[in-house]
């Protein structure tokens, strides 16, 4: 099953064509920053913003700023996250990590610097009212905070080689990888015009779709091949990390996989048009990479 309809085509490739244009052009930080954006990402959760942002009435154009500013802050995450003292990953969508192509010191930098983008762009835009703007920003900035994805992944790095249970598990998910998809749908929704109702239920299919994310990332790790995921494989286990697999086995992993993606195509009935958004949550489940 392909990923993306050819809606979320369209999305996908309006993000390709623009994101370059929102980083800073030229030599040094510019150029990582660059590379750590550029193409081999699925790019989810931008092109969630701008379908939301459709879905709710709006133009997905106007959202544009949001779904780069979005993806900034996913390409820093992933370039702190393969640095040495964190999970020390060599390689990140098929080519060298960050640091690994430009050294510690610059790839720190140079993810500090994407974080500031992503609020330089929204704060700048002038693509939607001023209060829609600030909403959209601040719902980034909870979720990627220490209330969503640092916290997250602050649980994550505490964690290594203890045993957690289930409930603690799933808070770590919660916050290292469902919430920046649940802030994408969120400021879709929020740009669009979208009403509460929509904005709420918006969060609730970025929410399961990122724990059902998780659960299938989990299960790759221990059945795909480097080649297929463009990162090491297995690495879960050489850091001693708590992962669904794990925790509950491969069968029940993949069960739990499916009711979160069950969950999260419910919670599309707040929208009329919803068949992409719904082939897109039974894609993830069954994706290979």
């Known amino acids: 099953m392909a990923l993306y309809s050819q809606q979320l085509q369209q999305h996908l490739q309006a993000v390709e064509d623009s994101l370059p244009t929102y980083l800073p052009q030229g030599e040094g930080i510019a150029a990582i920053m660059h590379y750590a954006c550029e193409g081999g990402g699925k790019r989810i959760r931008p ?7 459709r879905l709710c009435g709006g133009d997905p154009s106007v959202a544009l700023p ?11 995450s992933l370039v702190h996250d393969d640095l040495p003292c964190m999970d020390n990953s060599p390689l990140r969508r098929g080519k060298p990590s960050a640091h ?13 610097a994407l974080l500031n983008r992503a609020f330089e762009i929204m704060l700048g835009a002038d693509t939607v009212h001023p209060s829609a703007a600030l909403r959209a920003a601040f719902e980034l900035a909870d979720k990627a905070g220490v209330n969503g994805m640092i916290g997250g992944q602050v649980l994550d790095l505490d964690s290594e080689g203890k045993c957690i249970d289930e409930p603690t598990l799933k808070r770590l998910q919660e916050g290292k990888t469902a919430a920046l998809l649940q802030a994408a749908c969120r400021m879709g929704a929020i740009l669009g015009g979208g009403t509460e109702e929509q904005i709420t239920c918006a969060g609730q299919y970025g ?22 995921l463009g990162k090491p494989v297995g690495s879960d286990d050489v850091n001693e990390k708590n992962t669904y697999v794990s925790l509950l086995g491969l069968e029940q992993a993949k069960a739990l996989a499916a009711s979160y993606t069950t ?22 489940l069954t994706r290979t990479h």
Do not use: N
């Not at 690994?100 to 500090?112: H, N, Q, V, Y």
């Open 47 to 53: 092109v969630l913003v701008l379908e939301y942002c």
């Open 66 to 76: 949001f779904a780069a500013a979005i993806e900034c802050v996913h390409s820093y």
């Open 100 to 112: 690994a192509a430009f050294g510690e010191t610059m790839a720190l930098l140079a993810g500090d």
């Open 207 to 228: 929410y399961y779709i990122g724990l059902a994310f998780q659960v299938v990332d989990d299960i790759l790790d221990v059945t795909a091949t480097a080649e297929e």
């Open 263 to 284: 969950q999260a195509i419910e919670a599309l009935s707040a929208f009329a048009d919803h068949e992409d958004l719904r082939a897109l949550a039974e894609a993830l």
